[in-house]
C-alpha cells in the first residue's frame, strides 16, 4: 500500500481517487502515521449472493419444536 501525507492528498485526491477506483488502496498519513486509507468501492452484492447468505443464516439458527397458533396467542406472542 503506498501512503501519502494529508496535505499531497487533499492537492491530489481526484487522482487518488481514480486510482483506488482501479483497485490500489492507498494510505493517508497525518504527522507521520497512518489516519485513513483510500481503498475501491466493494460491488454491490448479486442477488444470489444476498439470499445464499439469508439461507446460511437461517441454517445457522435452531428450528423450534412445533409451536401452535394458539400457545403463541396466549403468551401474548400474536
Known amino acids: ?28 498519513t497525518r504527522r507521520g502515521k497512518l489516519a485513513a486509507v483510500i481503498a475501491p468501492a466493494r460491488a454491490e452484492a448479486d442477488v444470489r449472493e444476498v439470499f445464499e447468505k439469508i439461507e446460511a443464516i437461517r441454517k445457522r439458527i435452531r428450528p423450534r419444536k412445533s409451536v401452535s397458533m394458539k400457545s403463541l396467542i396466549q403468551e401474548g406472542r400474536m
Open 1 to 28: 500500500m503506498r501512503t501519502v501525507g494529508l496535505f499531497e492528498a487533499k492537492q491530489k485526491l481526484s487522482e487518488l481517487v481514480d486510482r483506488a477506483s482501479e483497485g490500489e488502496q492507498i494510505g493517508i
